[in-house]
């Protein structure tokens, strides 16, 4: 009875004081790198290093878009993000389906070999994929950053798992109606898979957005850099710009940031809204 009455007194749950500080132990790295790009060189080279700058300055900022091919290396970015996305989202949720529902010779076999690929070593992938993209006359080009995010094998995995979970009845129904397949698929399954698209969109921007080793071994034309490449070009092997980096970290982070808080209530409204229908 204690025990209720305290926590009536309480307006928020109890695991909030936990939670509360582990998020800002979270949040600190991402604090500082906003105030080091505000820092001069001196603040930042002073030792001890200091937490807050002195005096705001925006000659990181200045010197990051007149020296630096910044704003074409974010419209790469997000050309590659979006094709990213687009390709997994068809192709995956195709794959998926097929291996959930469609009955044909070598199901299994071929599943379970598409899944072990996942155990194979992205670094022994490299070599050869960057041997046939130059075959193909792709490679140094913006088509070699995201021709290999058009499909993953976790992508079918993570869809074909969603799809096993939905009952069959929803699309005998649809057949009924005299929907096909691709009818019932795209008619009925689709509309209930939001929550699993959603969750694959997500991971499929934050690893095309941020990914750094591919790029930089496909691509050595600046034109073509996307954002991770490019702000490699701030680190030399004597000097590191650390302005010109924090701020370009900056820039390369805020659309992540401004693209979940802005796109966060149709996730939830999505999960729920299927919840519901399910």
Sequence with gaps: MAATVKRRRLPFSPWHLLLMPLSLTFALPLLQMVLTSFMTAADINRFPPRL????????????????????????????????SIVGHLVLCSLAGYGFARLRFPGRTLGFFAMVATVMVPIQ?????????FSRLGIANTLAAAFVPWLASAFG?????????????????????????????FRRIVLPLAKPALATLAVFTLLGSWNDLVWPLIAISDERWYTLQVGLTSFQGTR??????????????????????????????ASMTFTGLNR
């Design 124 to 132: 022994l992938l490299m070599i050869p994929t960057f041997l046939m």
């Design 156 to 184: 079918i995995f993570l869809m074909r798992q969603f799809f096993l979970s939905l009952p069959r009845e929803l699309e005998e129904a649809a057949r009924l109606d005299g929907c096909g397949t691709f009818g019932a």
């Design 52 to 83: 807050i700058p002195t005096q705001l300055s925006l000659a990181g900022y200045q010197a990051l878009f007149a020296e630096s091919q910044i704003l074409r290396w974010l419209a790469n970015t997000v050309v590659v993000a979006a094709i």
């Design 239 to 268: 000097r590191t710009q650390f302005e010109l980096l924090m701020a370009g970290n900056v820039v390369a982070t805020m659309p992540l940031l401004i693209g979940f808080v802005l796109a966060q209530r149709w996730f939830v």
